[in-house]
Every structure is written in structure tokens, then in C-alpha cells.
């Protein structure tokens, strides 16, 4: 009997032994979840999978969530671009967090459309395409452009004639397709070229003692170009300098002076410091170049004992508005003592008989700020004006010189023209 109850006891101990280890092995500590894709366009499907810490598939077994809200089996789409939070859930035990990002599928490039900047412009000048997809993508870098039929290269195209370009591009898209814009039009207008001069005004004084700096770098610019126009404007008091032109205010006002010296190129932009620098020097020069200022000056002047008689003349190379002139009387070969501290003229201080040129003695214009041109400034328009100098005593009419210059509504000088006593000049056109 004792032995029947030992063995029973024993096949109990097997039996919940056995038992309890089946029951383990169904558990599971881990759970990935996994996507076949992390990036996808909207309403494209995902499908996500689900596996244990023993590397087991238990994706029909899990519950998957999107943003924390439980879905239906294993695919996933959306229909609004962002980012989603993927996570499952197995066993009891919650996997990790997976980010998968849904995009907009972009538009795919069906036709082009070809811009011109600017859609009008004078002859001589550039052109800027542009070329754009309907996909709003730029391909103009990947694109030929054609002007009258002819493909260029690049994208900028350098006008000649006056007259109508068409213009359109080609591209070849993806697919290996060759797709063609609309043709567009643009005006080239008739223009006149003329000779282009840098106005420099240099304000200054026998008392200053820089100022022999700018004096030198206008020699310099002289040693470069025979296109510059300059106008030294003394400053201070006669008694002190006795070259003072006291109708400079407003000028001054103007341009925001705060000390001397200061040298204005085309009245609009101040001379770099220091003037005599190279690169200063290819400021004042680069000046007399570029964009052509389609527009000339030429005087006609006379003089007769101590009157001169001024004529002034503007010949306008494309259509023209608001814009004045400026008729200045100089005097040359002044001679006075130069104050200097700099090491210019050998560095002496003073420097004894300095000439002093292209001295400002009186503006013949009704302002220094300008006058109105009056009537038509289109292409091939003219205008012109007389002004009377009557020359004081102190000045010496031989040594009279006259200065006209155009400028525009932001005060800028157009060009300008120098001119000595009865001298007939013409137009410089190019």
C-alpha cells in the first residue's frame, strides 16, 4: 500500500511539472513593430509587422496603433501628409514608438512656361529668362531657350535692334518627353547711345588739410579717362578761403555732408576712402562704362569781355520724365597756399602755390539742386537753354570753364559735359 501511494504522488509531480512548462513557453517579454516603408505619399498603403522577443511573426496576433488609436489588421494609409506614430501591442506587452512619414506626391511636370525680365527693354540691353514647370519647379538650368527661332546658350539673351523677339523654351522632362512653352514677345525699343561721363564733386578748401588727397586722386582719374567732369566746391568763409562758394547748402543738406573732404560721384554716391586707393580709382573710372546713359549734353558758349552766353543742349536716346539740369561757371589756374597733412605733393605743409582748378564761381541753373527740363524728352526729342554769365571782377574770364549736367528723380547725374569759353560742341553719340 505504501508503495502504490509513493508512485501516485510521484506521476503528480510529473504531471504538474509538465504542465507548468508549457504555460511559460507561450509568454513573450518583447515586441518590435516594423514597417515595409518609413516615407510614403498619402494614400499610399504601409504594412506594418509585429514580432516577439524570439524572433517569431506574431502580426495576426497583435493589435496595431496609429497615433494611439487602434486599426484593423496590418495596413495602414493616409490620406493627409505628417507624420504618424506607429506602435503594437502583443501579449500584454507594447513595442516601441516607429515614425512613419506620409508626403505629398508631387506634381509631375507636364508643361513649361517661359518668363522674360524685363518684358521690355532698350536695344543694347540684357534679358533674363526664366523657365518654370506646372509643378512650380525651376528647370531653367535644364532648359534651351530660343530668340526668333535661333536657341541661345544660357539663359541671357543680349539685345541689338530695335524691334518684337519671340521667345520660347524646350525641355525634356523625366519621362524622356520634350516639352515646348508657349512663345512670348518682347520689345526691344529703339535707343541712342552716347558718350558717358563721370561727374565727381569735390568738396573742399585751401584751410583743409586731406584735401590734397582727393586732389590727387583726381589727377589719377584724369591720368585714366578724359571722360570725367569735375567741380571742386570750396567750403568754409571767404575769409578763410577766398574761393568760398557759400550756395553750396543745400547741396550739402542734400547729400548728408559731414566733413571734408568729401568727393560725390554723379552726385549719388560718395567717392570710397581713400580716393586714391586702386579700387577707389576703378570706382570713379568704372563710371565712364556700363549701362549707357542714353542720353547727351553739348554746349555752345561765347564770351565777349566779361559776359558769356551758354547754350545748352540735351539730346534724349529713349523716352525720358522728371528730370532736371544743373549749369555750373568754374574758373581754373587759382593759385593759393594748400594747407596738408598728407604725404601728397612731396608732404609739404603748406603747399606754396598750389593751382587750384575747376574751382565752382556760380550755378547759371535756377538751383544747384537743378532745374526743371521743360517739353517732350522722348527719343529723339531736344531741349535746349541759354544762361548768361556775367563775370566778376575777381574771376578771369580766360579762365572760365562751364559744366552742365542732367539728373534724374533720385537726384542721380545722368551724364554731364565740360565746356571752355567759345567752344561749339555736339553731341557725343555713339
Not at 539673351?157 to 530695335?162: D, L, M, P, Q, V
Not at 586702386?278 to 549707357?292: D, E, K, M, R, W
Not at 549734353?297 to 532736371?324: D, H, Q
Request: glycine share 6%.
Amino acid at each position: 500500500m505504501k508503495k502504490i501511494l509513493l508512485a501516485f504522488a510521484i506521476l503528480s509531480s510529473l504531471i504538474y511539472t509538465s504542465c507548468s512548462g508549457d504555460s511559460d513557453s507561450g509568454s513573450s517579454t518583447t515586441v518590435t513593430v516594423s514597417s515595409n516603408f518609413t516615407t510614403r505619399y498619402v494614400n499610399e498603403n504601409i504594412t506594418l509587422t509585429a514580432t516577439d522577443g524570439d524572433g517569431n511573426n506574431v502580426t495576426s496576433e497583435a493589435i496595431f496603433y496609429v497615433n494611439n488609436i487602434a486599426i484593423t489588421g496590418n495596413v495602414y494609409t493616409s490620406a493627409t501628409a505628417g507624420t504618424f506614430v506607429i506602435k503594437a501591442t502583443y501579449d500584454g506587452v507594447t513595442s516601441q514608438n516607429l515614425n512613419v512619414t506620409f508626403n505629398v506626391a508631387p506634381v509631375p511636370l507636364t508643361s513649361i512656361s517661359v518668363t522674360s525680365n524685363p518684358t521690355s527693354i532698350d536695344a543694347g540691353g540684357v534679358l533674363n529668362f526664366v523657365c518654370l514647370g506646372n509643378n512650380g519647379s525651376s528647370v531653367t538650368a535644364t532648359s534651351t531657350f530660343y530668340v526668333n527661332g535661333t536657341a541661345i546658350t544660357g539663359s541671357s539673351f543680349t539685345t541689338t535692334t530695335a524691334g518684337t523677339l519671340d521667345i520660347f523654351a524646350t525641355h525634356v522632362n523625366s519621362l524622356g518627353e520634350t516639352l515646348t512653352s508657349p512663345t512670348i514677345q518682347v520689345v526691344v525699343n529703339n535707343v541712342i547711345n552716347f558718350n558717358k561721363r563721370v561727374l565727381i564733386e569735390d568738396f573742399t578748401g585751401t584751410w583743409c588739410q586731406y584735401c590734397p588727397r582727393v586732389s590727387y586722386a583726381i589727377e589719377l582719374v584724369n591720368a585714366q579717362t578724359s571722360d570725367a567732369t569735375i567741380v571742386a566746391i570750396h567750403r568754409y568763409n571767404s575769409s578763410i578761403d577766398p574761393f568760398n562758394f557759400s550756395g553750396a547748402t543745400d547741396l550739402e543738406n542734400q547729400i548728408g555732408l559731414s566733413g571734408y573732404p568729401t568727393a560725390m560721384l554723379n552726385r549719388t554716391t560718395e567717392w570710397n576712402y581713400p580716393e586714391t586707393a586702386t579700387t577707389s580709382i576703378s570706382q570713379a573710372v568704372n563710371l565712364t562704362s556700363g549701362v549707357n546713359p542714353k542720353l547727351g549734353v553739348a554746349m555752345e558758349t561765347t564770351t565777349s569781355g566779361n559776359t558769356s552766353t551758354v547754350n545748352v543742349k540735351v539730346k534724349f536716346g529713349k523716352n525720358f520724365s522728371n528730370l532736371k539740369l544743373v549749369v555750373y561757371a568754374l574758373e581754373d589756374n587759382l593759385i593759393y597756399n594748400q594747407t596738408n597733412s598728407t604725404s601728397y605733393y612731396g608732404g609739404a605743409n603748406p603747399i606754396v602755390g598750389f593751382e587750384h582748378d575747376h574751382v565752382l564761381r556760380a550755378v547759371l541753373s535756377s538751383s544747384i539742386l537743378g532745374e526743371t527740363i521743360t517739353g517732350s524728352t522722348n527719343l529723339n526729342d531736344e531741349f535746349s537753354k541759354s544762361f548768361t554769365y556775367n563775370i566778376p571782377a575777381n574771376v578771369n574770364a580766360s579762365n572760365v570753364r562751364f559744366v552742365a549736367f542732367v539728373i534724374d528723380s533720385s537726384n542721380k547725374a545722368l551724364n554731364s559735359r565740360e565746356a571752355g569759353p567759345n567752344e561749339t560742341q555736339s553731341f557725343e553719340i555713339e
